[in-house]
């Protein structure tokens, strides 16, 4: 009783440590024989569980758990830890030999087939609680690709072939199908819209940007009309992912501007998105939100050769939950096709510690390139009234550019915060796709 009890306390304290980090953990006593495996481990898929975490608290023979650990399409991450720092006396065998029963789980479920990530370590006096809890994310990310939507708006972009992916394409790799938007629908969705809607959208907007100069109420309310068209659009479908081509953005397309505060406001619902009709990292993006949470597209636009670090910006779309200070709104001009004039948000990403991710195609079939990076906080009043991040590469930038284009990436990458390579490299492992790290 002394043991179990000892043990138990352990095993709450480690569950205790997942709720802390924000994980919602659903748990089942020790278990032993095979139909109590089976048993958790259905309980776990009816209450819509999105990943199973092991630990063993002593050895247990794999044939007990395997079979239905193996058949579960929940995903698996071993956290292999004791409560023993030190290993200085038999009486604490009892307590510690659970790692051999972890080495006979995971043969037999390699030997099925059966994907999983491991983190080992001593807690709680390591990082291998945050490892594991990468793993999960980065399997959540993975598992809830499968069965999503990604919608398009305008196609895409003529002339760019890098992200260019058909739909038969991204299902089979991804398990993701393409929605094409209606010009027909989009109107309607706009005409449906109440004055209170529109009205509340704007007033929160107003709440919670800067404005650097007065704002034209009539091109605010156009914005947020078509903003939330597509959102309602959005939600009609139950997309996971969007892309809009800022070129055919236009009557003919049901948009009667570029809803580029939307894609801002997407990103942070957890919503994916990227630019000029790129399916392919719009799915990514959107997978990589729900599993990291803080992830955004981007594009790598300038290098800065004197401080050894790149410009990230686009048109005016990122992840408004990852700025490093309120963000601005005003409207631009709009150049591009037969669309008025939007009013845009711009921001700048916050500092920290990040992963550059790139899925992109080669000779052989997709793939998927990482680096850490550091975000820099280099901020100028000369780039104000610009989406702007400064990313410092694991090296030199010269020899960065010339690495990720030896492989192959395209121009379109996601960046995702307080991730490590690891985690998303189990990301890839879950989709089949070979990865290559930079660092």
Known sequence: MIHYQRLTAFYESIAQNFKKDGFEVVRTPILTLKDQFEKAIKGYEDAGCDCIVTWHAAYSPSLESSDALA??????????????????????????????????????????????????????????????????RAAVAATSLKGTKTGTIGGSFEGMGDFLVSNVELEASFGASIVVSEKEELDALRAALSEDEIKAEMEKDLARFTLPQPLDPASHRRTVADCLAVRHWIEKHGLSAFTVNF????????????????????????????????????????????????????????????????????????????????????????VFGHAENPVVTYGLYKPGDAVFVNVYRDDKGFRMLLAPVTMVNKETDEFAGTVRGWIKPPVPVGEFLERISTAGVTHHSSLVYGASVEALMHFGKMLALPVTVVK
């Open 247 to 334: 070129t055919k953005i236009g009557p003919d397309y049901g948009m009667n501007i570029m809803p580029f505060m939307e894609a801002c406001k997407e990103m942070e619902a957890g919503i994916g998105y990227a630019g000029e009709g790129d399916v392919l990292t719009a799915t990514v993006t959107g997978a990589l939100i729900r599993g990291f949470e803080s992830a955004s597209f981007v594009e790598i636009f300038c290098p800065d050769w004197k401080n050894d670090l790149i410009l990230i910006s686009h048109m005016g779309e990122y992840n408004l939950a990852l700025t490093a200070k309120p963000s601005e709104m005003q409207e631009i001009d709009f």
């Open 71 to 136: 058949k579960t399409a929940l995903p698996i991450v071993v956290l292999d830890t004791t409560d023993t720092y030190e290993f200085s006396s038999p009486d604490d065998i009892n307590f510690c030999h659970g790692i051999h029963g972890v080495m006979d789980m995971t043969n037999l479920l390699k030997r099925n087939g059966k994907k999983y990530a491991i983190a080992a370590g001593f807690y709680p006096g390591s990082d291998v609680v945050t490892r594991a809890e990468g793993y999960v």
